[in-house]
């Protein structure tokens, strides 16, 4: 820890009042330190964690963290502040930051004690005396773990329990957990510790996989075994979920596994005293056929139908950007006709741009291949976990031989993930159950959905297609303006939950195979997904009264969110005040999505905003179409606060503070 923090790095009379610039002061640190090495870069990669899952936790701590390519050693600063900041924690703000940046290829060892640190802030003796410390130098030995250990107990005043007692023999109630967050740095060891202590408070043994960035050691299957529930605590998938099988299990966030501890436990007992095992036992046979991430087996059809079908889109999207980005720029360089060049492995001229500009076409061509199999593989994969791949991605092949195309893929995978649940409910000999995952079931799977795509269902699907194909290149009109504006809807319901990721895909499912049609869907989506980060960007600036001051700042990253194509950017917004900040950015999404159909606007390229306007069909009337439902969404949000009144006075912008007038 010697390494990770030094005087230099404690800040205990921390002035910001915002987490943006207690983030730069902090990192400022860092930058004299010689730890960081672009101090914007850095913050940057430091909102967008932000971003994910504000980083506040119970007790007054605010822990912002971040992997960044700009960051030369694993680093933490710490800073005190006396005024608090708010990080986003339920109880209120932070008057412990901790700004933790570990480098894009940290090693195991750095994460590791990094995660000690995380695990010491559950500890309020330890938060207790970071708080009355008044010498840097101090503060940074503490935190590096050099106070003074604690005396031993006294052998001889322990108390020695008589043996083989009643109490001896009961049982206590065991529970295994796995926590884990998308960084992997802190929350994970955090719910970890919180997890144990509540344990220990209540007489329970509890087990805890930590699944973080350093890696993760599996707990011995024979504690799994001998568990009588589970508990995951995750924002990220939890790996090998079989192990867990037959077991109830309580499926929720990482931040309810730090802040709620002990309600998560005796949510374990009510299960295993309901007799809930049975019943998972049945869900969850071989490696795990329920959900993949918090959504759980225990959900309704339709809550898992949309987890499943998430899965597929999750990671077919690298896909999409990638390689419609290299089509978009091959086209950028060589124009349209440049998708009919001769295959560059036979013809390509170092100093020719037409080469270069077929080599990109080429690339993103070959990436957007795998569009249809890789969401029918995933699809299978969040249903059925590994076995499932298999017979996804061959039935999403087998999609694209028929030219059933997107919706072919839909269906393989779902398919495919029913054939695998299918296979694990059977009962099979001890000794074929080894190879079970890796050889019969994907064999039989992969028939099954063989027969099923290419005899059965793939005909009818690939004639939908068509048909939908044929209606989209013949909207003109006012249909044309209704397709644009239900989009535009779905775009900016959920700002990037469900509705809008279903939008997303079905736009980039028609650039696999591009007809005018489908061209107008996309540019009708991107414009829309853009709209409600930029209004809320528009309307922090126009009226700054009616919203606080960390709203201020989140409009100011609004405007270059908004014109990168990511609709999130407007989350904040909608979180503070959903009834106000939801209608108004779905109707100015309503508007651009009906004014980019009704003007014709083209895009080939699924991602990228402003700045591939230059390869959008009609540029000019495509951006007079997003200003439009901006300044909609705007007139709107403002009207609606407007009627509420201003912010809480608490945290006006410094230079708005009201300035009393002599009479």
């Known amino acids: 820890m010697s390494e990770l923090i030094t005087a230099e790095l404690v800040d205990l009379d921390l002035s910001a009042e915002t987490k943006s610039a207690a983030a730069?002061?902090?990192?400022?640190?860092?930058?004299?330190?010689?730890?960081?090495?672009?101090?914007?870069?850095?913050?940057?990669?430091?909102?967008?964690?932000?971003?994910?899952?504000?980083?506040?936790?119970d007790g007054g701590i605010g822990i912002p963290h971040c992997r960044s390519e700009h960051v030369a050693a694993p680093t933490l600063a710490f800073g005190r502040s006396a005024r608090g900041i708010d990080f986003g924690a339920a109880d209120g703000p932070a008057d412990l930051v901790f700004l933790i940046a570990a480098p894009a290829g940290a090693d195991d060892d750095h994460l590791t004690i990094l995660s000690s640190l995380a695990r010491r802030l559950m500890d309020p003796g330890f938060t207790g005396a970071l708080r009355a410390e008044g010498d840097p130098a101090a503060a940074a030995a503490r935190i590096r773990g050099e106070?003074?250990?604690?005396?031993?107990?006294?052998?001889?005043?322990?108390e020695v329990a008589p043996a083989d007692t009643e109490s001896e023999k009961v049982q206590p109630f065991r529970i295994v957990a796995v926590t884990s967050c998308p960084t992997g740095i802190a929350h994970t060891y955090m719910a970890a510790e919180s997890l144990e202590a509540a344990a220990r408070a209540e007489g329970v043994v509890l087990n805890v996989e930590t699944?973080?960035?350093?890696?993760?050691?599996?707990?011995?299957?024979?504690?799994?075994?001998?568990?009588?529930?589970?508990?995951?605590?995750?924002?990220?998938?939890?790996?090998?979920?079989?192990?867990?099988?037959?077991?109830?299990?309580?499926?929720?966030?990482?931040k309810a596994g730090i802040n709620r501890p002990a309600e998560l436990i005796a949510e374990a007992r009510r299960k295993a005293e309901r007799g809930e095992i049975s019943k998972v036992s049945d869900e969850r046979r071989e490696p795990d056929p329920g959900t993949r991430g918090s959504a759980g087996a225990s959900g309704h059809f339709g809550v898992r139908l949309r987890t499943y079908l998430m899965s597929g889109?999750?990671?077919?999207?690298?896909?999409?950007?990638?390689?419609?980005?290299?089509?978009?720029?091959?086209?950028?360089?060589?124009?349209?006709?440049?998708?009919?060049?001769?295959s560059v492995a036979d013809h390509f001229v170092w100093g020719e741009a037409a080469s270069w500009a077929a080599l990109l076409n080429q690339i993103g061509s070959a990436a957007f291949g795998f569009l249809v199999p890789v969401?029918?593989?995933?699809?299978?994969?969040?249903?059925?976990d590994r076995p499932a791949l298999v017979p996804g991605f061959v039935g999403g092949a087998i999609a694209l031989t028929i030219d059933a195309g997107f919706l072919g893929g839909l269906v393989a995978g779902l398919l495919a993930g029913a054939a695998v649940m299918a296979i694990q409910?059977?009962?099979?000999?001890?000794?074929?159950?080894?190879?079970?995952?890796?050889?019969?079931?994907?064999?039989?799977?992969?028939?099954?959905?063989?027969?099923?795509?290419?005899?059965?269902?793939?005909?009818?699907?690939?004639?939908?297609?068509?048909?939908?194909?044929?209606?989209?290149?013949?909207?003109?009109?006012?249909?044309?303006?209704?397709?644009?504006?239900?989009?535009?809807?779905?775009m900016c319901f959920d700002m990037g939950g469900p509705l809008n990721k279903v939008a997303y895909a079905f736009a980039v499912g028609g650039l696999a195979d591009p007809t005018p049609g489908s061209l107008k869907v996309m540019a009708a989506v991107m414009a829309a997904g853009?709209?409600?980060p930029l209004a809320m960007a528009l309307a922090t600036t126009v009226r700054r009264r009616l919203f606080t001051r960390t709203e201020r700042e989140n409009g100011r990253a609004a405007w270059v969110l908004g014109a990168s194509f990511i609709t999130e950017g407007a989350i904040p917004f909608a979180a503070a005040d959903p009834l106000r900040v939801i209608p108004s950015v779905m109707a100015g999404g309503a508007v651009t999505g009906a004014l980019s159909m009704a003007f014709g606007c083209t895009l080939r390229a699924p991602h990228g905003g402003v700045f591939v306007v230059p390869l959008i069909g009609e540029p000019f009337l495509y951006l007079l179409?997003?200003?439009?439902?901006?300044?909609?969404?705007?007139?709107?949000?403002?009207?609606?606060?407007?009627?509420?009144?201003?912010?809480?006075?608490?945290?006006?912008?410094?230079?708005?503070?009201?300035?009393?007038?002599?009479?």
């Open 24 to 57: 730069r002061s902090l990192a400022g640190r860092m930058v004299a330190a010689g730890r960081v090495t672009d101090l914007d870069g850095f913050l940057a990669d430091v909102a967008a964690r932000e971003a994910q899952m504000p980083t506040g936790l």
């Open 147 to 158: 106070e003074a250990p604690a005396a031993a107990p006294d052998p001889e005043e322990a």
């Open 530 to 532: 853009m709209v409600p």
């Open 375 to 384: 969401l029918a593989g995933y699809i299978a994969y969040g249903m059925a």
């Open 313 to 342: 889109v999750s990671y077919m999207v690298p896909f999409v950007a990638a390689g419609g980005l290299l089509i978009a720029l091959s086209f950028a360089i060589g124009g349209y006709e440049i998708a009919s060049a001769k």
């Open 425 to 490: 409910r059977l009962k099979v000999h001890p000794t074929l159950r080894g190879i079970m995952p890796v050889l019969v079931i994907p064999l039989l799977a992969s028939i099954a959905v063989g027969f099923l795509m290419f005899i059965v269902v793939g005909k009818p699907i690939a004639s939908l297609q068509n048909a939908l194909t044929d209606w989209l290149n013949g909207l003109s009109g006012s249909n044309a303006v209704i397709l644009g504006v239900v989009l535009g809807l779905m």
């Open 625 to 663: 179409a997003i200003a439009t439902g901006t300044v909609v969404s705007t007139a709107l949000v403002v009207a609606l606060k407007g009627m509420r009144g201003k912010p809480d006075k608490a945290a006006p912008a410094d230079d708005e503070a009201e300035v009393p007038v002599a009479a």
């Open 211 to 254: 699944q973080g960035s350093a890696g993760f050691e599996r707990l011995d299957p024979a504690v799994i075994a001998a568990a009588d529930a589970v508990i995951w605590a995750h924002d990220v998938d939890v790996r090998e979920k079989g192990r867990f099988g037959g077991k109830p299990v309580v499926d929720t966030g990482v």
